[in-house]
């Protein structure tokens, strides 16, 4: 059974551009959430994803959009890049099951530098 | 809102040593609590959970954690330190009901002395 899957790796780009990360969710799991965890602090939550829909946003800028495809899986896009998103975007997955918690399981990020 | 506060960003201890980290909690709601650990260059692995059953909650490799609402505390503990332990840990709480966000701690860095 496999976990949670995070592509690419690691990732260099520069100011300006822009980065697609994308996110394979456990098996059985239908919903995706995504955190950025800069250099010595704790994952910030950016948003979720359930049922192709943005349900639950952090404080992130309209420069953080996401996806969610019919299969479950999930695209985090980044534009206009600037230094400060340089970090470590962290993809979970959970299964909506209605009964107040969800546990969520983690992949193992993709790192990403703005140089 | 909710927000967690870990007291000590990085904690020391010797090989068969206790280990203690802290986690102090804010919440208008219900909490779920939850620690997880994250070794070099990898994601997060789940400890334990508090989901209102029973208070001290029992996790893998040793750690427990024990839910003080009138502190509003949820420590982890392990009786004896192994050099394996070594990693960055973090606590977090979210909501009950509805979509939960996991919000974290700034994390602890625990270190094991031989």
């Known amino acids: 059974d496999a976990g949670v899957t995070q592509s690419p790796t690691h990732l260099i780009k520069t100011r300006g551009q822009q980065v697609t990360l994308r996110c394979s969710p456990k098996s059985g799991h239908d919903t995706v959430s995504w955190y950025q965890q800069a250099l010595g602090q704790g994952p910030q939550f950016i948003f979720q994803?359930?049922?192709?829909?943005?349900?639950q946003r952090g404080n992130f800028p309209d420069r953080f959009s996401g996806h969610q495809f019919p299969n479950y899986s999930s695209e985090l896009n980044v534009n206009a890049l600037l230094l400060g998103d340089s970090a470590l975007y962290l993809c979970?997955?959970?299964?909506?099951?209605?009964?107040?918690?969800?546990?969520?399981?983690f992949g193992p990020g993709t790192r990403l530098t703005v140089t | 809102a909710q927000s967690v506060t870990q007291l000590g960003s990085h904690v020391s201890v010797s090989e068969g040593a206790l280990v203690l980290l802290r986690c102090n909690y804010s919440s208008s709601v219900p909490p779920y609590l939850f620690w997880y650990v994250q070794y070099p260059n990898q994601g997060l692995q789940l400890l334990l959970k508090?989901?209102?059953?029973?208070?001290l909650v029992k996790g893998i490799n040793g750690f427990e954690a024990e839910f003080k609402k009138s502190e509003t505390s949820f420590h982890l503990t392990k009786p004896s330190a192994h050099m394996s332990d070594a990693a960055e840990y973090f606590c977090?709480?979210?909501?009950?009901?509805?979509?939960?966000?996991?919000?974290f701690g700034q994390g602890t860095r625990l270190t094991i002395n031989p």
């Open positions: 979970a997955s959970s299964l909506a099951n209605g009964l107040g918690y969800d546990e969520q399981y």
């Open positions: 994803y359930y049922e192709e829909e943005e349900r």
């Open positions: 977090a709480v979210s909501r009950q009901w509805g979509a939960q966000k996991l919000v």
């Open positions: 508090y989901t209102s059953a029973a208070t």
